[in-house]
């Protein structure tokens, strides 16, 4: 597998996934949110985006990580061999998603001058978490679906089930 897209909620693991895939496979890994948002967390102009997103997968090898369905799936799914849903619990992600904003570390997935904050944007970020598999995955399988039907699809659901993913031999295999 040489193309492939990780899905699922904020503080999953996509970009964590993504970075040991992408080493492991010597792949390069694509961040959507390092794509989509300009400094300050300002969002770019629609077009603009879909252009950074069209060239970065445009290449015969890379992991993209990061949703943006309705944005990007009709240019990142016609190309992908494999599809992987993080299916990490919320309160996970929830916990992963505040650490990483308390400790406020920069991150490679994130552009520059986009620090998280404990402010009223990160308490309306933390309903999405909360609420990701009941008001967002849906919509996003959906649009999997539609666009990218024939894309098989692995789903992970804890650590030791990525470990094992990672640990196969001679390169990402699909498991049943």
């Known amino acids: 597998m040489q193309r492939i897209v990780i899905l699922g909620n904020a503080g999953s693991g996509k970009s964590t996934l993504a970075r ?10 694509v961040h959507l949110d390092k794509l989509f948002w300009e400094p300050g967390w300002i969002e770019p102009d ?47 992600c929830f916990r992963r998603v505040i650490v990483r904003s308390v400790l406020n570390r920069p991150r490679a997935d994130m552009p520059v001058g ?3 904050k404990l402010d009223r944007a ?3 970020f933390l309903n999405y978490v909360w609420t990701f598999d009941r008001d967002y995955r849906p ?3 959906a649009m999997r679906l539609a666009v990218g039907p024939l894309v098989p699809v692995v789903h992970l659901r ?12 001679h390169g990402v295999k699909i498991a049943g």
């Open 46 to 92: 629609a077009e603009q985006f879909r252009q950074r997103v069209g060239h970065a997968v445009s290449s015969d090898a890379w992991i993209c990580e990061g949703n943006y369905s309705r944005r990007t799936f009709d240019l990142r799914l016609p190309r992908a061999q494999l599809i992987i849903w993080l299916d990490t619990p919320r309160t996970t």
């Open 158 to 169: 804890s650590a030791e089930q990525i470990a094992a993913f990672l640990a196969q031999p």
């Open 114 to 116: 986009c620090s998280e």
């Open 20 to 29: 040991a895939l992408g080493k492991r496979l010597d792949v390069p890994v």
């Open 139 to 141: 919509s996003i399988e």
């Open 122 to 124: 990160f308490l309306t």
